[in-house]
């Protein structure tokens, strides 16, 4: 399949913000998506955003597509320490979605 | 109304023993979705269901892996002779829709043992 890459591991403070980024490579993607996954927990749908848009915000949350460069990253505005999960990034164009191996977010006091 | 429910949430079994994970999709979605999420790893696609039409199995990694989608409902993954490297996560998704602009909702997964 085509691939989807993420840094595995990233570390903020409570209160900065946080930009977990993904790119991938299949450049017929129509959707691409965020989950988060809590320790024991399936995952959880944050956002997602069509690819003819640029940029979504919604709260805390923005969503930044590079369509051309195929980069999508996700902040985290005033990261808390109920932040701390893994983040996957997703693509899809037909109907099983894509996922990239995950982003550990570690929020410290 | 209910989200995905996966039972039992965790399984340990001996090698060579099968096992049976059961999925109970949200009402009303059309597709669900099996993967396999190992330590370290992404999602791995297994199988994917929708509506009446043949199954997309092309994820399975083995002969041994096998589903089926009752009813167009509650979906059962099936792992006969289990082996150590089947031990995992597997999670199970539906959609609305079962295309790229439905949201895959998942369960909480079955975390799976071989000893």
């Known amino acids: 399949g085509e691939d989807v890459e993420q840094s595995l591991f990233l570390s903020v403070r409570e209160g900065d913000s946080s930009v977990i980024n993904c790119t991938y490579t299949d450049s017929s993607s129509t959707y691409l998506y965020w989950y988060k996954q809590e320790p024991g927990a399936g995952l959880q749908l944050l956002t997602y955003i069509f690819s003819n848009m640029d940029m979504k915000q919604d709260q805390r949350l923005t969503v930044l597509l590079n369509k051309k460069d195929k980069h999508l990253s996700l902040r985290i505005a005033d990261t808390q320490t109920g932040d701390s999960a893994i983040y996957f990034c997703?693509?899809?164009?037909?109907?099983?979605?894509?996922f990239g191996k995950g982003t550990s977010l570690l929020v410290t006091p | 109304g209910a989200g995905v429910s996966q039972s039992p949430s965790n399984k340990v079994t001996e090698k060579g023993k099968d096992v049976e994970l059961r999925c109970d999709p949200i009402s009303g979605h059309t597709a669900l979705y099996w993967y396999r999420q190992s330590l370290g790893q992404g999602l791995e696609f297994l199988i994917y269901f929708q509506g009446n039409s043949a199954p997309d199995k092309s994820g399975l990694p083995s002969d041994r892996f096998s589903a089926e989608r009752t009813g167009g409902s509650v979906s059962t993954l099936t792992i006969q002779r289990t082996q150590q490297e089947d031990s995992a996560v597997y999670l199970c998704?539906?959609?609305?829709?079962?295309?790229?602009?439905?949201?895959?909702?998942f369960g909480n997964g079955t975390r799976l043992t071989v000893t």
């Open positions: 998704a539906s959609s609305l829709l079962g295309q790229g602009n439905s949201p895959l909702h």
């Open positions: 997703a693509e899809g164009s037909g109907y099983a979605l894509n």
